[in-house]
């Protein structure tokens, strides 16, 4: 469970007002952007899988404390292999910090009242990780900090999870709650996150020659959920799909769309279709124009840069889809950095 020091600001109104009164008698705010992370190469994949497969509230095992490890050290080749085919490591990290750089130069000039911004990222499974980022926090003396989660669709196995080990790792960093914490949990139908989504995908739209445009299929894929943790009432599907519902209204519903799910991991039941039969299915019925918009994701990581544009391009062009294309990632994206901007502006002063 998440302490008490931790203050709400999406959609509590009331603690809009308590952090306003805050900002008012401290010189400095933290932002700390918070996300899965990945393995800068291929020494850190080991570990990052096994903090992943470790992690009850991501992936919930029978025997976790053994099965976990197990899987992990199995999987390691194989992830390393995917990880040498797009470049050796993960661009996560430098993506997010970027992002924090950009927000915190927009942070200072639309709301000098609580400036300096400084930004600070806690990755779950990769470096840096929640514990040491809290130690330079605390090591740089700093007293109100915004926890802002990079997942804009809440879910307890992604911003959850992070959330509370940010909240066990305070225990021990920051016993005396000597920072006073803000937190943004999700943003999902944002307007500002729907118009970027929305600018990327009219960007990628234009690529196509004007007689395929409208034929586009666009595929919203989303990283799946194992059935156990939808069936206890996970919001997740329900946000994901209500960012779908706002971007298409951006569009006015342009083109045919479906949500799917990707980046399913073992036997167990997981949250569907999923993304590669759905292009497998298109391709036998002769479609050949499909655009895939991963709509959870706001950096490049394995799961755009491997699974969509190397699994699921092969997939589609084994099956005849020859206009398969991609949305480009938010990443760094001006559009995408003000629409942070906004969210900050908007749920944080």
């Given amino acids: 469970m998440i302490t008490s020091n931790f203050k709400w600001l999406y959609p509590r109104n009331k603690t809009l007002k308590i952090f306003k009164r805050l900002s008012s008698t401290s010189n400095a705010t933290a932002i700390l952007l918070l996300n899965m992370g990945g393995p800068a190469n291929s020494d850190q994949v080991h570990s990052f899988l096994l903090n992943l497969f470790s992690d009850n509230d991501l992936i919930p095992l029978p ?113 005396e709650n000597s920072i006073k914490w803000s937190v943004i949990d999700r943003w999902h139908s944002h307007p500002s996150l729907a118009q970027a989504f929305a600018n990327k995908i009219t960007e990628k739209l234009s690529e196509y020659n004007e007689q395929d445009r409208q034929d586009v299929t666009i595929l919203f894929s989303a990283h799946s959920l194992p059935m156990t943790v939808v069936n206890r009432g996970d919001p997740y599907p329900a946000e994901v799909a209500a960012t779908v519902q706002k971007v298409m209204e951006n569009l006015k519903f342009s083109n045919p769309y479906r949500l799917i799910w990707q980046s399913q991991v073992g036997p167990q039941p997981w949250l569907g279709p999923q993304t590669g039969t759905v292009i497998e299915n298109y391709g036998k019925q002769g479609k050949k124009n499909l655009l895939i918009v991963p709509i959870a994701f706001v950096s490049d990581h394995i799961e755009t840069l491997f699974e969509i544009d190397l699994e699921y391009g092969e997939v589609a062009h084994k099956h005849g889809i020859s206009g398969f294309k991609r949305a480009e990632s938010m990443n760094d994206d001006p559009m995408f950095i003000k629409a942070l901007g906004n969210l900050s502006l908007q749920l944080c002063y």
């Avoid at 292999?81 to 927000?103: C, D, F, H, V």
Wanted: charge should be positive.
């Fill in 63 to 175: 025997f976790q404390k053994y099965l976990g490890p197990l899987i992990a050290k199995r999987r390691t080749p194989s992830i390393i292999q995917q990880y040498n085919e797009i470049g050796g490591g993960s661009p996560i990290r430098m993506w997010t910090e970027k992002q924090g750089e950009a927000l915190v130069k927009i942070l200072d000039k639309i709301n000098p009242e609580t400036a300096p911004h400084t930004p600070y990222v806690a990755f779950r499974y990769a470096p840096p990780l929640t514990a040491e980022t809290l130690q330079q926090m605390k090591k740089d003396g700093i007293k109100r900090a915004v926890a802002f989660s990079l997942y804009p669709q809440y879910s307890c196995s992604t911003t959850g999870s992070s959330l509370n080990e940010l909240s066990r790792q305070l225990k021990i960093v920051d016993p």
